[in-house]
């Protein structure tokens, strides 16, 4: 999606000007779920938050500064983001002059789109900070402009436009968690690493080289490992925690009890590193409480890694050490199991220095699918998954138009399989049916497919033809799922395909999902993409087939 509409012309420059010339820039580059283009000649820092490209002219004082910040999983609304942003990423920086001006919000690609300016004064400049936040798939990212000068403004305006963001596919559950909420899909290291700053130079954090760690060992025997440190350069001393316990998952809830721990202030060494201890000074004020958390995980598409997010209605012990984030929610990044970045200090030991991560599993709790456990996960259930079709342009850009894309998997205890498509779009009269039948087998977290036999057809719908000008999307669904004749019978393509695969259970549709990752970008079953989800679906909502197919 390309960022091209709103006038920046209007908000950043006072004074109009018309743009024959645009400076020569460099191939585009991509951070995180945003592309852009650099300005030539543009200076580029990056940090664990976001990336910051600037430019400035030592002799007038000027300079401009795009800010482009990393995803963050978010369920608030458009606005919401927007606000959220405009205060933490704005206000907290510059003197802004009033609320901002907003423009009309837009919807491109499966984003939400919503942006604003206004003046701001730093110091003695006087100049104009504009945000862009785009909202979708339970994510939110945002880019920030702050300019003291119409030096810059052809640059801006080119940057704008060659901002572009990932197509969304609107499947049925917009937030899709990468792996299953079961025990297996706890097991590991999960840490949350943040840097120390000291306010903002030009719009960004000063970093000091002080940090504040977190991190959790969860162990397949379930028991658990949590450790702190924290290495301030505005703090006397440095915090060191650790707590060892057991933790059970019971469907999206995860319990956390105690068993020992302590919490510990240490002086700083007298070298002044980061990664050295003085000496033992006294004990915190840190209490063993036994906490259960919500918990799911977070897919971010730009950097390809999923996230775990706890979250409670009140701080934590563990959590809230340090700065509490909003809404009582963490998230914690996977991490290698040998490369946690926290050590202990001097003489102090958890009693899990040498324990191993796997071990015999804990049970798995009935209402939750076991992850990959072979032929018993997937066998027995209908797994469906679906797409509404959008309009794309005009008007109606982003609306329903009432047609739908349907697939659908029915795996047997025997190792056969039966596999069916329905593409029923509002462009076309006829609907798509595509199916076939064969075997699979399962090992590990690969699943095999191999089809014997199939075929591409095309069928009539009773109550034709659509008239997307006419009619609503109601009535155009009611049409395309009502079927009439077969009219043509095509040769299928059979493709055996191995796929690594996962089951999770996904909170917002109250389903486990059949998860399905492939190389090459398309398959014949799956279409375009890497990644496929299907969601357990009782028979009674599952697609309909034309009358005399049955799978």
Do not use: C
């Not at 191999?450 to 609503?472: D, F, I, Q, R």
């Not at 996904?506 to 969601?535: D, M, P, S, W």
């Amino acid at each position: 999606m390309q960022l091209r509409s709103f006038s920046l012309v209007k908000w950043l420059f006072v004074t109009a000007m018309v743009f024959n010339n645009v400076t020569g820039y460099a191939q585009k580059q991509t951070f995180d779920v945003v592309s852009y283009t650099m300005p030539k000649g543009w200076q580029q820092q990056q940090n664990e938050g976001g990336i910051q490209l600037s430019a400035s002219d030592k002799k007038t004082g000027g300079y401009a500064i795009a800010i482009i910040t990393k995803a963050v999983a978010s369920t608030a609304s458009p606005s919401e983001n927007f606000n959220n942003d405009w205060t933490r990423l704005v206000k907290s920086t510059v003197q802004v002059n009033g609320e901002p001006a907003m423009q009309a919000p837009e919807k491109e690609n499966g984003w939400d789109i919503v942006s604003g300016s206004a003046g701001y004064i730093d110091g003695a400049n006087k100049g104009t900070a504009t945000l862009i936040t785009a909202t979708s798939g339970g994510q939110s990212v945002s880019v920030v402009m702050v300019t003291n000068t119409q030096q810059y403004q052809n640059e801006l305006l080119a940057f704008i436009n060659s901002l572009e963001l990932p197509k969304v596919t609107e499947k049925t559950n917009a937030t899709i968690p990468a792996t299953n909420n079961t025990n297996s899909s706890i097991v590991g290291l999960w840490v949350r690493y943040n840097v120390e700053s000291n306010g903002y130079s030009n719009g960004f954090p000063v970093v000091t080289g002080g940090y504040f760690r977190r991190e959790y060992f969860f162990y397949a025997d379930g028991t658990y490992l949590f450790r702190v440190k924290d290495w301030g350069v505005f703090m006397a001393d440095i915090l060191f925690v650790y707590e060892t316990g057991t933790w059970k998952v019971n469907g999206n809830q995860l319990t956390l009890t105690p068993r020992q721990g302590r919490g510990e202030w240490w002086g700083k060494a007298a070298s002044g590193k980061t990664n050295e201890w003085g000496s033992r000074k006294k004990a915190s004020d840190y209490k063993l409480e036994t906490v259960t958390y919500n918990f799911d995980f977070h897919y971010y598409s730009g950097s390809k890694e999923t996230v775990l997010v706890l979250s409670t209605n009140k701080a934590t012990q563990r959590d809230a050490t340090g700065k509490a984030e909003q809404n009582n929610k963490w998230e914690y990044s996977p991490r290698a199991f040998d490369k946690s970045l926290i050590d202990n200090p001097p003489g102090v030991t958890t009693g899990f220095e040498n324990k191993k991560l796997a071990a015999a599993a804990p049970a798995t709790p009935a209402n939750a699918t076991t992850g990959n456990t072979g032929n018993a996960t997937l066998a027995g259930k209908i797994w469906e998954g679906s797409t509404a079709e959008k309009f794309t342009t005009g008007t109606m850009n982003g609306y329903s138009t009432g047609g739908f894309f349907k697939w659908q998997y029915r795996f047997n205890a025997d190792g056969t399989y039966k596999f069916a498509y329905v593409g029923a779009s509002a462009y076309i009269d006829p609907n798509i049916l595509q199916y076939e039948t064969g075997t699979y087998s399962i090992t590990g977290n690969q699943l095999t497919i191999t089809p014997a036999t199939g075929t591409n057809e095309e069928w009539s719908v009773v109550g034709g033809p659509v008239k997307l000008s006419g009619m609503s999307d109601v009535q155009i669904r009611n049409i395309k799922e009502h079927w009439g004749k077969k009219i043509k019978t095509e040769k299928r393509k059979l493709e055996p395909v191995t796929y690594t695969f996962r089951t999770a259970y996904q909170q917002g549709n109250k389903a486990n999902a059949l998860i399905v990752e492939y190389t090459g970008g398309h398959t014949e079953r799956e279409g375009n993409g890497n990644t496929a989800y299907y969601f357990d679906t009782p028979a009674e909502k599952a697609m309909q087939l034309p009358a005399g197919v049955k799978l």
